[in-house]
């Protein structure tokens, strides 16, 4: 399966990373410190407001999309949200997911915050290209949900909703409520690869968990 998934993803993230090279900067074997990835999400925190869940405005250029995908996973909703919610845990499962580093970690009242920059290293075309996304993870222990704002080249926003939900069988229903924003002329490239890579970690994350891998 791992196998599977890492030659359906290449295609799709060598696209992003090409969309990226004509829309905005990328960059080749970076090595930034935590130091250095923090100062970056800051700077995106404070430039593109991230969080911000208002739709684009209409004569902003920008359009959204949103989709939903589920997978249910043969493990107790305990244990599938402690091992799905890390994110460390997608490293791996993410083929090109190399490393995520956390700029901040703290709690108010029930729920958990996590300021972080997760680093891909993606193969094209002979060379190593970086791509940077940096995100806010709030995780509602007692709702057994989290929520995920991200921000990456060439500025899109992403913001994720992930639920789950018992199953009388014993199973755990994941589901992901994705939105997109992203230039309107980007729009359907990014809602349809983004939506893709979602499914294939699902799955990746599916098989870690039922194996106990993670």
């Given amino acids: 399966m791992k196998h599977f998934l890492r030659l359906v993803a290449a295609p799709l993230l060598a696209g992003a990373f090409l969309l ?6 990328a960059t080749a074997d970076t090595t930034d410190t935590d130091t250095e990835l923090a100062a970056e999400w800051q700077t995106a925190w404070d430039t593109y407001a991230f969080n ?5 405005a209409p004569d902003s250029g920008r359009s959204r999309a949103t989709t939903e ?12 949200f402690r091992a799905y919610s890390n994110l460390s845990n997608h490293i791996g499962i993410n083929p090109f997911l190399k490393r995520v580093a956390t700029h901040k970690d703290w709690r108010q ?3 958990r915050y996590i300021n972080l920059t997760a680093v891909e290293e993606i193969p094209y075309q002979g060379t190593i290209v970086t791509n940077k996304v940096h995100a806010q993870q709030r995780i509602h222990t007692a709702g057994f949900y989290y929520e995920t704002d991200t921000w990456s080249e060439p500025n899109v926003v992403t913001h994720q909703k992930i639920t789950f939900k018992p199953l009388s069988t014993g199973k755990t229903l994941v589901t992901e409520s994705l939105t997109f924003d992203a230039d309107a002329t980007l729009i359907d490239f990014v809602a349809a690869n983004g939506t893709a890579s ?12 039922e194996n106990g891998v993670i």
């Fill in 198 to 209: 979602h499914q294939q970690t699902q799955a990746g994350l599916k098989e870690a968990i």
């Fill in 52 to 56: 911000d869940t208002t739709p684009p």
């Fill in 20 to 25: 990226s090279v004509t829309s905005g900067p």
């Fill in 69 to 80: 995908i589920s997978i249910q996973i043969d493990r107790p909703i305990l244990r599938v």
């Fill in 109 to 111: 009242y029930d729920t």
